[in-house]
């Protein structure tokens, strides 16, 4: 089955430092991978996706993420933070095609910046 | 364009009562999905739907039913709640792509609390 390995709960940064959120996953084949973002009392917002080809994945509000298969690892990273990025991150890893797009999701982090 | 809507937003109920949450998309996705989300849990999932007319169990189905009579809306029942069952509620759809997994939209969630 599945998973997703989120180590850290809480994340603390200051403004204008790089971030770097960890995710580990375990699948058994080529798996697809998701970085979701939830601000307070929001439903979860898509920052980035991996399905296949360059392992590096550009994001939107500055987000990226890198594929390593040898480390089974998803990494999102941002080169400066700002402080609307407070937020709880989510990454998903997907179910092979036919397997009903299900999602398994990591238990998060929580990003707090300090300005 | 709405996007998914849920209904109602929030709920406080007592034990052994009954309820329905309603999730609606205007985005003619095929599939559907029903979440529940716990402090330090993540998002597991509770049931799905590829499409009007099915449904199908995902990791925590137990209390719960669901139906999908329109391609557009997925309800999610509590015939009788109990108090494990206090919970954000989300859903989401996306489309059923030819390459596999595609993109999941999520609603605002609904914050169920069973007394």
């Known amino acids: 089955a599945q998973s997703v390995t989120q180590p850290d709960i809480h994340i603390t940064v200051s403004e204008g430092a790089s971030l770097e959120l960890r995710c580990n996953y375990s699948?058994?084949?080529?798996?697809?991978l998701f970085w979701y973002v939830q601000s307070p009392g929001q439903g979860l917002q898509l920052l980035l996706k991996?399905?296949?080809?360059?392992?590096l994945v550009q994001g939107i509000k500055g987000f990226e993420a890198e594929f390593k298969r040898s480390q089974s690892s998803f990494n999102l990273r941002k080169p400066s933070v700002h402080w609307s990025d407070a937020a709880e991150y989510f990454c998903?890893?997907?179910?092979?095609?036919?397997?009903?797009?299900?999602?398994?999701f990591g238990t998060g982090t929580q990003l707090k910046v300090e300005l | 364009n709405a996007g998914v809507t849920q209904t109602p937003k929030f709920r406080v109920l007592k034990t052994g009562q009954s309820m329905t949450l309603l999730c609606a998309q205007d985005?003619?996705?095929?599939?559907m999905y029903w979440y529940r989300q716990d402090p330090g849990m993540g998002l597991r999932l509770i049931h799905y739907?590829?499409?009007?007319?099915?449904?199908a169990k995902g990791e925590v189905p137990d209390g719960y039913n669901v139906s999908r009579l329109k391609k557009q809306n997925f309800l999610l029942g509590l015939e009788s709640a109990a108090p494990s069952q206090t919970s954000v509620y989300f859903c989401?759809?996306?489309?059923?792509?030819?390459?596999?997994?595609?993109?999941?939209?999520f609603g605002p969630g609904t914050r169920l609390t069973v007394l």
């Open positions: 989401a759809s996306s489309y059923r792509t030819s390459g596999g997994t595609d993109t999941q939209y």
């Open positions: 699948y058994g084949a080529t798996p697809y």
């Open positions: 991996y399905f296949s080809g360059d392992t």
């Open positions: 998903a890893v997907g179910a092979l095609p036919g397997g009903g797009n299900k999602l398994t």
């Open positions: 985005m003619n996705h095929e599939y």
């Open positions: 739907s590829v499409g009007e007319g099915t449904t």
